[in-house]
């Protein structure tokens, strides 16, 4: 996958429910280890809470996934949560919502639609990156050339990293995936020739939508 959308971040989120207390947290992560650490730190958090129950997508291509309900009924709480994270084409995203019960039984239905409505509320409000594949290489150009190079590279979108001076300017610039071999000819062309192309790597990088 070339490019995936997840949240920015950590967002929380608070709600009551027949005087239970729901308090639902969502955060990226990067990989089931990173998932696993969030899990904890908002368990620990909320120790003192009868359920914090949780799903988590942890790979761009929705294969790595898990969920819990933490004590309550079977089917009512982690799925529920994780199928909002599906619907809302959310990867690499993880949720816990934590449970203060208020002495109010909700039902399995109610249950349900407690839990799914938390996450998918907070999910909504949550602030959304693109992660999409780019490409980051060095452009080495002579002197009498770096006008020209920075100028292409401003008026194209790119994203110099850095810049190197010595026996000629190296500069390093990162572009979509999507867009550089046309950028890479566009290069070329504004320079006449004049610059010599080194990949470096591909990365995944969150951009703001």
């Known amino acids: 996958m070339l490019r995936y959308l997840s949240v920015n971040g950590e967002h929380k989120s608070e709600k009551v429910i027949e005087k239970s207390r729901f308090i639902t947290t969502s955060a990226h992560v990067e990989g089931e280890e990173q998932a696993k650490a969030f899990i904890s730190r908002v368990s620990a958090e909320y120790a003192d809470a009868t359920h914090n129950c949780f799903a988590y997508i942890c790979d761009d291509l929705g294969n790595f996934l898990r969920f819990s309900d ?49 996450a998918a509320e907070n999910l909504d409000a949550a602030q959304k990156v693109l992660y999409e594949m780019c490409s980051e290489s060095f452009y080495a150009v002579g002197y009498n050339s770096v006008d020209a190079a920075m100028r292409y590279f401003s008026e194209s979108g790119a994203d110099v990293t850095a810049v190197d001076y010595a026996d000629e300017v190296v500069f390093t610039v990162a572009v979509k995936k999507s867009e550089e071999e046309q950028f890479n000819r566009g290069a070329i062309d504004r320079l006449n020739g004049r610059i010599r192309i080194s990949k470096i790597r591909e990365y995944f990088f969150p951009f703001k939508i």
Do not use: D, H
């Open 70 to 118: 933490a004590g309550e009924p079977q089917g009512t709480a982690g799925m529920p949560i994780l199928e909002v994270i599906k619907n809302k084409k959310l990867y690499k995203t993880a949720v816990v919502v934590t449970r203060y019960f208020g002495g109010i039984k909700l039902g399995a239905g109610g249950l349900l639609r407690a839990y799914s409505g938390c």
